[in-house]
């Protein structure tokens, strides 16, 4: 069995090592592909010497247009090219802990894409204030009901997926070149009718660094849900 973990990254030199660590660490023999938008602090130059002394550690180097869902899709080629069998998806900033990846490995068996929740009980949010995660709560009531999600967090980047998922969606076709991918993902999950369920994960607010989520791209997103639902495609 051969799991591949995606992280797609863009200025995380402060959090980076720090989280290849823990996740070689695991007692699960996985695999981390970093997915780098050629970020200018050099994220993906400390990615290269780390690969130079761990041959489970994988660089990916982007240099052509920048996005979270264009980096997220060349993980997923780049996962199904290298034979992976499970695919985890997690943000590069230490708020997703690879503590769970084992749970993922686990709950999957028993179905075909595993969503980390922070709102199932014994999930959460550590480090928010109130408006942000009031912000997750209604963002995802929202998706909900525009898209008919039968999950409690669809919004979350924590994700775990079989090998035919990855293989069932056409990569080409998907338009999403920012965030809004994990919401077109699980759209496509669903109109293929896969087998999607949850464990709850507690979110710890990044330490280090700048989010790349803004009111910008936050507006942006719900605008998008709300077009996917028009066109139902």
Same mark, same amino acid.
């Given at each position: 069995?051969?799991?591949?973990?995606?992280?797609?990254?863009?200025?995380?030199?402060?959090?980076?090592?720090?989280?290849?660590?823990?996740?070689?660490?695991?007692?699960?023999?996985?695999?981390?592909?970093?997915?780098?938008?050629?970020?200018?602090?050099?994220?993906?130059?400390?990615?290269?010497?780390?690969?130079?002394?761990?041959?489970?550690?994988?660089?990916?180097?982007?240099?052509?247009?920048?996005?979270?869902?264009?980096?997220?899709?060349?993980?997923?080629?780049?996962?199904?090219?290298?034979? $992976?069998? @499970? *695919?985890?998806?997690?943000? /590069?900033?230490?708020?997703? #802990? =690879?503590?769970?990846?084992?749970?993922?490995?686990? %709950?999957?068996?028993?179905?075909?894409?595993?969503?980390?929740?922070?709102?199932?009980?014994?999930?959460?949010?550590?480090?928010?204030?109130?408006?942000?995660?009031?912000?997750?709560?209604?963002? $995802?009531? @929202? *998706?909900?009901?525009?898209? /008919?999600?039968?999950?409690? #967090? =669809?919004?979350?980047?924590?994700?775990?997926?079989? %090998?035919?998922?990855?293989?069932?969606?056409?990569?080409?076709?998907?338009?999403?070149?920012?965030?809004?991918?994990?919401?077109?993902?699980?759209?496509?999950?669903?109109?293929?009718?896969?087998?999607?369920?949850?464990?709850?994960?507690?979110?710890?607010?990044?330490?280090?660094?700048?989010?790349?989520?803004?009111?910008?791209?936050?507006?942006?997103?719900?605008?998008?849900?709300?077009?996917?639902?028009?066109?139902?495609?």
């Amino acid at each position: 069995m051969k799991v591949m973990v995606i992280i797609p990254t863009y200025n995380e030199r402060e959090n980076i090592t720090l989280l290849l660590d823990e996740i070689v660490n695991l007692p699960e023999e996985v695999e981390a592909l970093v997915v780098d938008d050629n970020s200018p602090d050099g994220t993906w130059k400390l990615v290269e010497d780390y690969t130079k002394k761990n041959h489970r550690v994988h660089l990916l180097k982007r240099t052509s247009e920048r996005g979270r869902g264009l980096a997220g899709i060349a993980g997923f080629k780049y996962a199904l090219e290298n034979k $992976a069998d @499970y *695919v985890v998806e997690m943000d /590069g900033d230490l708020s997703h #802990d =690879p503590k769970y990846i084992p749970e993922f490995l686990k %709950k999957i068996k028993d179905c075909d894409v595993v969503i980390g929740s922070r709102l199932l009980p014994d999930g959460g949010e550590v480090g928010r204030g109130f408006s942000r995660r009031l912000i997750t709560r209604l963002a $995802a009531i @929202y *998706v909900r009901l525009l898209l /008919g999600f039968r999950v409690t #967090d =669809p919004t979350s980047g924590y994700r775990c997926y079989r %090998k035919k998922v990855l293989e069932a969606i056409d990569m080409g076709s998907l338009k999403a070149r920012d965030p809004f991918l994990l919401s077109e993902m699980l759209f496509r999950c669903y109109k293929k009718n896969f087998r999607i369920e949850e464990i709850p994960i507690i979110f710890r607010d990044r330490k280090s660094g700048a989010s790349k989520i803004g009111w910008r791209i936050l507006v942006t997103y719900l605008f998008k849900v709300l077009r996917l639902r028009i066109r139902g495609k």
